[in-house]
């Protein structure tokens, strides 16, 4: 299937490493130019390396938590590429332990960086766009389900969803499309650094993955290349939809 990517223009935040790079892969791959920012300066460098240098790629250094970051990448795009026609919007997860264990102080801080910052700047990108154009923003099954000990992201993830249904109705007469993607379990470098401190690693993968109908945790490359299709021309009737790409592990519908 020709995704209708070449020559398009997507911003990936969070994207120096993990689903977002994965996601980034996909899109040069599928011949997409793209706009990689992360916090870490030599990550972000690593990165455009890795997806083909400077032709195809332009890396930013910049927080999503800065109120002034969105509108910097969108011209950082315009500027580099002479176009816009898409973002993937993700955020680090908050810190781990239970709503009622997270003081007023921890909730505050979650809100300012994976609540308001996703919303600003899905609400600048979408702005950004031309008709034909698309926002996706990276949350968690954490929408539809709660996840244990994780109560900030039980908390907000939900309410992003929402707002990416309510900016797909405000958008949508534009011809712009806002979307939420929800990843289950991926074999991240993250995810590496949590089996590698526990007692027994592999006891620990292999409870997660008896919890997932595939019984494999998924690979960061089968995130990109869903969330890619997502952005793409090719998925140009699906927008105000949170869809799971868990390997099955969500027991909602």
């Given at each position: 299937m020709d995704l209708g990517l070449a020559d398009r223009v997507y911003i990936l935040t969070g994207a120096s490493r993990g689903l977002g790079f994965a996601t980034a892969q996909a899109l040069v791959g599928d011949g997409a130019r793209v706009v990689v920012s992360a916090r870490d300066d030599d990550r972000v460098n690593e990165a455009v390396t890795a997806l083909g240098g400077p032709e195809h790629v332009l890396g930013v250094t910049a927080d999503l938590s800065d109120p002034s970051t969105p509108r910097e990448l969108v011209h950082a795009a315009?500027?580099?590429?002479?176009?816009?026609?898409?973002?993937?919007?993700?955020?680090?997860?908050?810190?781990?332990?239970?709503?009622?264990?997270?003081?007023?102080?921890?909730?505050?801080?979650?809100?300012?960086?994976?609540f308001l910052g996703s919303v600003r700047a899905a609400r600048t990108f979408a702005s950004a766009l031309p008709e034909g154009g698309a926002v996706g923003l990276v949350l968690s099954t954490s929408v539809k389900t709660p996840l244990a000990g994780l109560g900030l992201s039980n908390g907000f993830r939900p309410g992003l969803a929402m707002?990416?249904?309510?900016?797909?109705?405000?958008?949508?007469?534009?011809?712009?499309?806002?979307?939420?993607?929800?990843?289950?379990?991926?074999?991240?470098?993250?995810?590496?650094?949590?089996?590698?401190?526990?007692?027994?690693?592999?006891a620990a993968a292999e409870t997660v993955e008896s919890g997932i109908p595939l019984r494999r945790i998924g690979e960061p490359t089968e995130f990109g290349r869903a969330a890619a299709f997502l952005l793409s021309p090719a998925a140009s009737y699906m927008t105000g939809v949170a869809i799971a790409v868990d390997g099955g592990a969500l027991r909602t519908l």
């Open positions: 315009q500027e580099r590429f002479g176009r816009l026609d898409g973002a993937l919007v993700s955020v680090g997860g908050p810190a781990p332990g239970t709503a009622a264990s997270m003081s007023d102080d921890q909730w505050t801080s979650a809100f300012e960086t994976v707002v990416a249904k309510d900016m797909a109705d405000e958008f949508g007469p534009r011809g712009i499309r806002v979307l939420s993607i929800l990843p289950g379990r991926f074999m991240t470098d993250r995810s590496r650094e949590l089996f590698a401190a526990a007692a027994d690693p592999i």
